[in-house]
């Protein structure tokens, strides 16, 4: 049982660069998630997703598209990277959105250039 | 507004017990997280609280005043390996979104 997997674990880019994290979860669960983490900040929600098919924005989504195909799959894609989306990484899922906590992958160290 | 407050640091002794206090702001509310998150690593669950009171699983408890917006973490018998931040999360109505706090630094020393 692998959990929450993502892919790159790390990656540099140029300003300008488009890229698309990858996340999949073989738990069947319902809800994913997507953070970034800054030292000082703690996570925060970029996107999120309650089912195949339905995505909605969280705090900081500018920047950053999601969909959600399939449910295990939920990739986030950088459009134009800048500097400010230097960052690390982190998806997350969960069985359902109440009572139940998230499990959350190894984190993406992104950094641009 | 929606906001979470803990301390950044704090440093206890190996084999003692420390309290790690959190306030929260939500716009409403369903439900308390602790997660605990070595360096370098992804957050792990911890424990979970949405009714007042206390809930103990081995050496961690989670205390809850929906009343205050207040929680705390209590760990008792320190271990080394308990260096590490732990983080406040609160969960808000219909349970989409998660607001976590910045975290809080934890040092064991012998």
């Known amino acids: 049982n692998a959990g929450v997997t993502q892919t790159p674990k790390f990656q540099v880019l140029k300003t300008g660069q488009s890229m698309t994290l990858q996340c999949a979860q073989d738990?069947?669960?319902?809800?994913m998630s997507w953070y970034r983490q800054d030292p000082g900040m703690g996570l925060r929600l970029i996107h999120y997703s309650v089912g195949a098919g339905i995505t909605d924005q969280g705090e900081v989504p500018n920047g950053y598209n999601v969909s959600r195909s399939t449910t295990e799959d939920f990739p986030l894609r950088l459009l134009s990277a800048a500097p400010s989306q230097t960052s690390v990484y982190f998806c997350?899922?969960?069985?359902?959105?109440?009572?139940?906590?998230?499990?959350f992958g190894d984190g993406t160290r992104l950094s641009i250039l | 507004g929606q906001n979470i407050d803990q301390p950044t640091e704090m440093t206890a002794t190996e084999g003692a017990i420390v309290q790690i206090n959190c306030t929260y702001q939500t716009s409403g509310f369903n439900g308390l997280f602790w997660y605990q998150q070595h360096a370098g690593e992804a957050p792990t669950f911890l424990s979970y609280n949405v009714l007042d009171g206390l809930e103990e699983k081995g050496r961690f408890s989670s205390f809850l005043s929906r009343s205050k917006g207040y929680s705390y973490l209590l760990l008792k018998e320190l271990q080394m390996k308990d260096s590490a931040s732990y983080l406040c999360a609160a969960r808000n109505t219909g349970g989409f979104k998660t607001i976590f706090g910045a975290g809080t630094r934890l040092f064991v020393k012998a």
């Open positions: 997350a899922s969960s069985l359902r959105t109440s009572g139940q906590p998230q499990h």
């Open positions: 738990m069947n669960h319902e809800y």
